[in-house]
């Protein structure tokens, strides 16, 4: 039994959030050859487990870049980070008139009505309530509670990324990358999604890890794979980090990648 571990967003699903049929037919062929198929994402469950359904990976999910695990809709591993830095951000992007946010387990929690709350409100409408992204304003940064499983700030510019990072101080103990192109995260140093894809290999037993991604968060999973590929519209450093490169998935590239994987198995 080997294990497929896909990113979401840019690899499974493009810019347009399409669900394309030859990926979930793919995808059925991967598990009716007996083989497990999982999302990794740096999306909280709620927001992630609408395409994992779709897709027909919604067993097993990574979560917030690695630091959450769900098996069967449950939270079953996470490594949270502490309130200090939280707090701290909070004081920065106040300051300055931005936004961050948390993911708590199923929960955003965020300083202002910002940019991803009111995607996740869009999202909720064209979804449905059974996938709404239970949602909480806290403005002030005292009252921010956890567990915390990712930070999270939004930007314009790489340099107002670096200034913010100063401004937060010592960050020993945390990975920092983008998620999005206006969205930076932190975790835990302790979490990845190549961790969590080793854990859950472990945990089902699969023989081999195979993954698949296009952002900084997947490259922890792409260099520790046994394969590994990434999308061709990936950022340059991560292009080098996997053994393969394919096409985005608007033009087959996680069905050729499956094919690819089932005829070498």
């Known amino acids: 039994m080997k294990l497929l571990v896909s990113d979401l967003d840019g690899t499974l699903l493009g ?3 399409t669900v394309y049929p030859d990926v979930v037919a793919a995808i059925k062929r991967w598990q009716d050859a007996g083989n497990v198929f999982a999302i990794a994402t740096g999306r909280l469950y709620t927001s992630g487990v609408y395409y994992a359904e779709r897709f027909l990976a919604d067993e097993y999910f990574i979560g917030c870049s690695g630091a959450t695990i769900y098996h069967n809709k449950q939270l079953i591993e996470d490594t949270p980070i502490g309130l200090d830095l939280v707090r701290r951000l909070w004081e920065v992007m106040n300051e300055r008139g931005g936004y961050a946010q948390i993911y708590s387990d199923r929960w955003i929690v965020a300083n202002s009505h910002g940019r991803v709350v ?3 409100e869009a999202f909720e409408k064209t979804a449905g309530p059974k996938y709404r992204v239970p949602t909480v304003i806290v403005p002030e ?7 915390v499983h990712k930070l999270s ?4 510019t790489d340099q107002e990324v670096t200034e913010i990072l ?3 101080g010592d960050l020993t103990g945390y990975n920092l990358f983008r998620s999005l192109p206006y969205l930076f995260d932190i975790i835990s140093d302790k979490a990845d999604k190549g961790l969590a894809a080793k854990k859950l ?3 089902i037993g699969a023989d081999r890890l195979y993954t698949v991604g296009d952002n900084e968060n997947d490259i922890a999973m792409l260099e520790l794979a046994d394969y590994s590929a990434v999308v061709d519209t990936a950022p340059k450093h991560v292009l080098a980090s996997a053994d393969t490169i394919i096409p985005p998935p608007d033009q087959g590239g996680i069905s050729q990648l499956i094919g690819r994987l089932l005829s070498r198995d």
Not at 141 to 147: N, S, Y
């Open 15 to 17: 810019p347009d959030k």
């Open 166 to 168: 100063s401004q937060l």
């Open 153 to 156: 700030f939004t930007f314009e």
């Open 141 to 147: 940064a005292k009252d921010v509670r956890g567990p």
């Open 118 to 120: 009111k995607f996740y």
């Open 201 to 203: 290999q472990t945990m």
